[in-house]
């Protein structure tokens, strides 16, 4: 069973910056994208960044040229650098990962727990 874990989360001031981390666990032939989503109270769950196993990557409009996402395939983990961070950025931020636990499956989607990010005005 694959798990996947963040970390980094937490309080900052307007302006700061957070480095999220998300580490995935457990038995797995491939991976091949990963992503973070964000899901602020009342809104929709959407995609912040994702970056493919080629190391192909996509972000949100709101987070272009702010975001940085990168992973570590050898460790099997993936970071969102989140700098020039606003209040409106603030939201539990979900790690995602779509990959094949065997070469005889179907692509299949995990998350991860969320972790917070509250970014003060």
């Known amino acids: 069973q694959v798990q996947l874990v963040e970390s980094g989360g937490g309080l900052v001031q307007a302006g700061g910056s957070l480095r999220l981390s998300c580490a995935a666990s457990?038995?797995?032939?491939?991976?091949?994208?990963m992503a973070w989503y964000r899901q602020a109270p009342g809104e929709q769950r959407e995609l912040v960044a994702g970056?493919?196993?080629?190391?192909?990557?996509n972000y949100a409009d709101s987070v272009k040229g702010r975001f940085t996402i990168s992973r570590d395939i050898a460790k099997n983990t993936v970071y969102l650098q989140m700098n020039s961070l606003k209040p409106e950025d603030t939201a539990v931020y979900y790690c995602?990962?779509?990959?094949?636990?065997?070469?005889?499956?179907?692509?299949?989607?995990?998350w991860g727990q969320g972790t917070q990010v509250t970014v003060s005005s």
């Open positions: 995602a990962a779509r990959g094949r636990p065997t070469p005889w499956d179907n692509p299949r989607d995990y």
């Open positions: 457990g038995s797995m032939f491939s991976i091949n994208v």
């Open positions: 970056i493919t196993s080629g190391d192909s990557t």
